[in-house]
């Protein structure tokens, strides 16, 4: 998944204070090093962030990596290697996190993150960014909520925005994904059970009749899915709100299927981003629309 410059400043943070290890030469040509264990932690971050990929993977490749102790006596010629590579390393990890904090601004926890599906055009990017600031904007955009779309920053590669919403609508928004991101897990089954259904050759009026079912189950949830975040955030059961989320969730559930990511501010506390669904695990998703439970059985 590509990573963020605000999440990249984050982790570099944690590597920067505890990539600490210490280094001697003893009388007989050996040298000591130590905190190894938290340096090869400190390294297997860095490799999963692609960061300093050729140091990083020269230190992975050495006596560092061939034990699991805490402590290694190395010969002389590649201790001084080894420790040369990690003060590298060190200055690498603290320039480029001094550059990202200068350039990178701070987040507020009344954010949210949106990671842009890939576009290629101006067109594609225009269009991208209509949906997502209707999905938005429709449904915080009133008193109850009081909720803003203030765009604080822009990040190339994979286009990240941060957007201040209010400290209520970053709740909504949270919502509104997680039912997105439950419709777009309904319709990828769909489009799964179609495929099954053709590669049993079934007769087309069967296979039209199965995927209107299928079709109007999913209008169903959505409609189930809206009426909970209304139920959730609204005084009142009003059908043009109603109207407004089912919507929001639809473009939710397209953005989603498209590679966009909606996240909350890394600044924000657990109970917050719990409410948001994990972009890596959207097929383990699950409706928190509370199901009803029948009669226990004897």
Partial sequence: M???????????????????????MD??????????????NMLNSLWDLNLFS????????????????????IVGKEA?????????LKSLITNFLTVLIETVP???????NIKLPPVNDFDELSKVSRDIHLAISQVIFNDEINGQTKIVSVENGSIWLNVLVGAT???????LVWSGAVIYKKILEG????QQIRGLKVKNDSLEDILKAQKAETDLLIIAESEHVNSEFFTENKPENIE??????????ELISKGAEIQPALVAPENVSNLFPDPTNLIGLESKIKRLTGPTEN
């Fill in 27 to 40: 009388s007989t040509g050996y040298g000591n090093l130590s905190n190894l264990i938290e340096i090869r």
């Fill in 106 to 112: 701070e987040e507020s926890i009344d954010s949210i």
């Fill in 244 to 253: 407004k989320i089912k919507n929001s969730i639809t473009i939710f559930a």
């Fill in 80 to 88: 001084v290697m080894i420790d040369s590579d990690l003060n590298l």
């Fill in 191 to 194: 489009k799964l059970l179609e």
């Fill in 54 to 73: 050729e140091v990083v993977n020269k230190l992975r490749s050495s006596a560092v990596f061939t034990s699991s102790e805490n402590s290694l006596r």
């Fill in 2 to 24: 590509a990573q963020s410059l605000k999440t990249i400043k984050a982790n570099l943070h944690k590597i920067s204070d505890q990539f600490k290890w210490t280094y001697n």
């Fill in 169 to 175: 609508a970053v709740s909504v928004i949270a919502s």
